[in-house]
């Protein structure tokens, strides 16, 4: 099995910016996208975007489109979450996830195998 492990959380002000790192290893060779998804305390854990792990495709989430950007290095095994314009909202435990099956990019959790134990983003007004 793939092993996730997130990094990068912290506490930032309102329209400041952060960029979360997920670093995946072990089987590896099998992963179709990685994703990352939030869950706010009370919430549902909810999508947030993805990315196809050997094309250019993409998917976002309608609340951080044109703020959060998704990205990828294969070579290092790194998928990266560039978030700007932070916003209280935003405030969320943010979770990285490995897809395996070739079914198109999911946008739900139970499309995805493995995940990673979370880091913490807190966004202050």
């Known amino acids: 099995q793939a092993q996730l492990v997130e990094s990068g959380g912290g506490l930032v002000q309102a329209g400041g910016s952060l960029r979360l790192s997920c670093a995946a290893s072990?089987?590896?060779?099998?992963?179709?996208?990685m994703g990352w998804f939030r869950q706010a305390p009370g919430k549902e854990r909810e999508f947030v975007s993805a990315?196809?792990?050997?094309?250019?495709?993409?998917e976002y989430a309608d609340s951080v489109k044109g703020r959060f950007a998704i990205s990828r290095d294969n070579a290092k095994n790194l998928v990266y979450l560039q978030m700007n314009s932070l916003k209280p909202e935003d405030t969320a435990v943010y979770y990285c996830?490995?897809?395996?099956?070739?079914?198109?990019?999911?946008?739900?959790?139970?499309?995805?195998?493995?995940w990673g134990q979370g880091t913490q983003v807190t966004v202050s007004s």
């Open positions: 996830a490995a897809q395996i099956l070739n079914i198109g990019i999911a946008t739900v959790p139970r499309g995805y195998a493995y």
């Open positions: 072990g089987r590896t060779f099998n992963i179709y996208a």
């Open positions: 990315i196809s792990w050997s094309t250019t495709n993409t």
